[in-house]
């Protein structure tokens, strides 16, 4: 046996894990792509606040959300996670996920319905903790 690195395996692992699966009785691997949507706000032709989401096999995952700090408390952020939100239920995913760190949003995303579900301590250095959250739309 050896062991290659970089090769492009995706759809023969899929199957793999397909095959795993089925003799489980559980539900198949995910062999779609990833779909990428983005939400930008601009002022005076200014990237102001944008958010990244990642969709697959029926998961939302909020990838990245930035507010320039000259902005930060007046809703931007609050609108592009609701955009997201809105984009999810068109998708008819019934849950969103997202990580972040205890020293950037631990606060905000409580306060838009999510559930913290997870929490990696001293992640990925001492004094930082990185943080799941949970949001259903269901």
């Known amino acids: 046996m050896i062991i290659k690195e970089n090769v492009d395996i995706k759809t023969e692992l899929g199957k793999l894990l397909n095959n795993h699966s089925n003799e489980l ?55 592009l996670m609701e955009f997201a939100e809105q984009k999810a239920k068109t998708l008819n995913t019934n849950h969103i996920l997202l990580t972040t760190f205890n020293y950037q949003g631990e606060n905000f995303y409580p306060k838009l319905g999510y559930t913290e579900v997870g929490r990696i301590p001293n992640y990925p250095e001492p004094g930082v903790d990185k943080i799941y959250f949970l949001k259903k739309l269901t």
């Open 25 to 79: 009785g559980k539900v198949p691997y995910p062999t779609d792509e990833t779909e990428e949507y983005s939400f930008a706000v601009y002022e005076n032709d200014e990237l102001v606040g944008g958010l990244i989401a990642k969709y697959k096999f029926h998961e939302f995952y909020i990838h990245s959300l930035a507010v320039d700090p000259s902005q930060r408390g007046t809703g931007i952020g609050k609108q």
